[in-house]
């Protein structure tokens, strides 16, 4: 019997320039949602933006350009449409009431990626829990079906009652899911207490930077890797030695902008690893036009987690598919990204405000002797001052 050929859902993708981010901006953002659509199992196949100062608090874009969208999706028949910010439960209701069609934002977005990629018990439960969490509040949407009458006393329908039913289940559901984690999270303070005094090291970066190409590479694992979204979720942590010297190594959950509140929060206990950390290894994809604006993303998220000001060793990957185009001779406008080449980079900010930066391929492996050579030295520091008995080891 032939199997079925699994149909591909097509999606439109729906950004707002406003104050806080330009043209430019919204380009790349779009860029990154089309890539977590695809990710998703998800074809982006237009996309629609507007000038705005505000996002519509009733359906996030104006009028004109929602009847814009409308018709673009009933005459092409695409299946979802996407924001790239995060919608409020009435913008969500609104807009599924006007376009008939499945509405998704951000958010909900990076919650299905997380949702497909948990592999354990643990991440599945951390993944319902944010999940829940986040449709609390918009499970009006969901029984519109079911929406009472037009009327006073005595005239309420069965969708209020449905509703509210509902609720109290995902309410209960959601202690009983934060009760386990608990649990889990006690469990796993003991694990990380039982690998005794050794040097803690951890992975952090942006996602799809090469984080567990990287594990791979310096424990001799085999670590999943891919190039897509998320390819690792669940912490793995793996004993290292480099020369004689043994450390603990883990490799951690992908950041990205606009990581939702709920992620954040039930991946509590994976983000254990980033602040018990003796040192941070954040990773960086040089070859990406924005990696800048990717290291802020993750410094925004480490300070929030109170992991910021730990030991760092930066590592900026992938140099192998660093590009750019050399400027005329002529031209006398000022450079651009685009302009800059990679020794030049080297000697701006990242010689000034980095004490430790190292540059590589992990899949090419150039300059991997450098990295071992940085991070064996940053974790002999603290090894000496933890084990001043063992000196004997260097």
Excluded: C
Aim: no cysteine; charged share 30%; aromatic share 6%.
């Amino acid at each position: 019997m032939i199997e079925a050929k699994k149909t591909v859902e097509t999606a439109v993708l729906i950004g707002v320039i406003h104050r806080e981010q330009d043209e430019t901006q919204i380009e790349e953002y779009l860029d990154e949602l089309a890539f977590l659509t695809e990710t998703a199992g998800g074809e982006p196949v237009k996309r629609f933006t507007q000038k705005l100062d505000r996002p519509d608090p009733r359906t996030f874009i104006g009028g004109g350009k929602l009847q814009e969208v409308m018709d673009y999706v009933k005459e092409h028949d695409i299946q979802i449409v996407i924001f790239d910010d995060e919608l409020s439960p009435t913008q969500l209701r609104n807009i599924e009431r006007e376009m008939k069609v499945r509405i998704l934002d951000r958010t909900n977005l990076i919650l299905d990626i997380f949702a497909q990629r948990a592999q354990t018990s643990y991440a599945r439960t951390q993944v319902e829990l944010a999940q829940l969490e986040y449709l609390l509040p918009r499970l009006t949407r969901m029984w519109t079906h079911l929406e009472r009458q037009k009327g006073g006393i005595g005239l309420r329908g069965p969708g209020e009652t449905q509703i509210e039913t509902d609720r109290r289940i995902m309410r209960d559901k959601i202690a009983l899911l934060k009760s386990k984690l608990k649990k889990i999270d006690k469990q796993m303070a003991v694990q990380r207490g039982n690998r005794g005094a050794l040097v803690r090291v951890a992975l952090v970066g942006y996602t799809n930077v090469g984080k567990s190409t990287m594990m791979n590479l310096l424990s001799k694992s085999d670590v999943f890797a891919e190039n897509k979204l998320f390819a690792t979720l669940d912490t793995t942590v793996r004993k290292v030695v480099i020369g004689n010297l043994p450390f603990l190594l883990s490799d951690t959950v992908g950041f990205i902008r606009k990581l939702p509140t709920q992620l954040v929060e039930s991946f509590k206990s994976t983000l254990d690893e980033v602040r018990e950390a003796d040192i941070l290894v954040h990773v960086v994809d040089i070859s990406h036009p924005n990696f800048e604006e990717h290291i802020h993303s993750v410094n925004q998220t480490l300070a929030e987690i109170e992991s910021k000001d730990k030991e760092t060793l930066m590592v900026f990957n992938k140099v192998d598919a660093f590009s750019y185009t050399p400027k005329d001779p002529d031209d006398l406008t000022e450079k651009t990204r685009e302009n800059i080449s990679l020794d030049e980079l080297k000697k701006t900010w990242m010689a000034k405000d980095q004490p430790t930066a190292i540059f590589i391929s992990a899949t090419e492996k150039q300059n991997v002797d450098a990295l071992r050579d940085t991070l064996y030295q940053m974790v002999k520091e603290i090894h000496i001052k933890r084990f001043p008995y063992n000196n004997f080891l260097y």
